[in-house]
């Protein structure tokens, strides 16, 4: 059993499936009281986290919708209270099994048959940055501004560990709607000279036109990055 935490762009689709199914798993045994897996570490370290487990299932059904895969199985409802959650802000596992670095090496030695996910799994620190930089942007402007130089030239030059870190922990947190649709614009600025059309208002239909037209212009800087897949979450 396996609940990855790294962008389920990076993850093929044996491995995007695969936890998806999984997850649904773990779900029930947590939820329900089923007795399958109940002792794993995976499971163990998910106790008290339901909330956080369902925004991981949105983020794995939003990134199956963004690859043209069909998703017809929502969480159950949960059998009573639900921990997870201090004054509105969801609570997420003080622990992985493998911190994201190490995920990333995981799952290169998965893709030795020349599978990839959507986004491919970063070489170093510069390539990590360029795929979680609008993420980061719908986020914390103050935090994009001063990783692009701690990338370049600074502490996060060759530290693939930090970096996945605490782009891991940014990305769990929702990005407030105002920074949202500047992320939203910024991304439109990479298609915007050949697009069939205005951009949209509406910060949905901004995010599907986007999509749309970095799969037809091919445009592999958004085709890479992960806020094509996870801002579908918050628009």
Known sequence: MRIWDVSPGYLA?????????????????????????????????WVGHLPA?????????????LRGYRHHSPLPAPAGPVAGEVDGDIQWPATD????????????????????????????TQALWAQHKYSVMAR????????????????????????ALLLTGTLRTPPPAGRLVNALQHLWGHVAADAEGPPPADPAALLAAIRREAAR?????????????ELGLWV
């Open 53 to 65: 487990l369902a925004q991981r299932h949105a983020l794995l059904v939003e990134e199956m919708a």
């Open 140 to 163: 914390d402007p103050a935090l994009y501004a001063a990783l692009g130089p701690e990338v370049a030239h600074g502490i996060y030059r060759h530290d693939m560990a930090g970096l």
């Open 97 to 124: 099994i493998d911190a994201p670095h190490v995920q990333f090496a995981l799952l290169r030695g998965k893709y030795g048959d020349g599978r990839t996910g959507r986004i491919p799994l970063p070489v170093n």
């Open 13 to 45: 689709r044996q491995q995007l499936l695969g936890e998806h199914r999984e997850l649904h798993g773990l779900f029930n045994v947590l939820s329900l009281g089923k007795r399958g897996y109940a002792r794993h570490p995976e499971t163990l370290r």
């Open 217 to 229: 212009q091919h445009e592999a800087y958004l085709l890479a990055s992960t806020a094509l897949g």
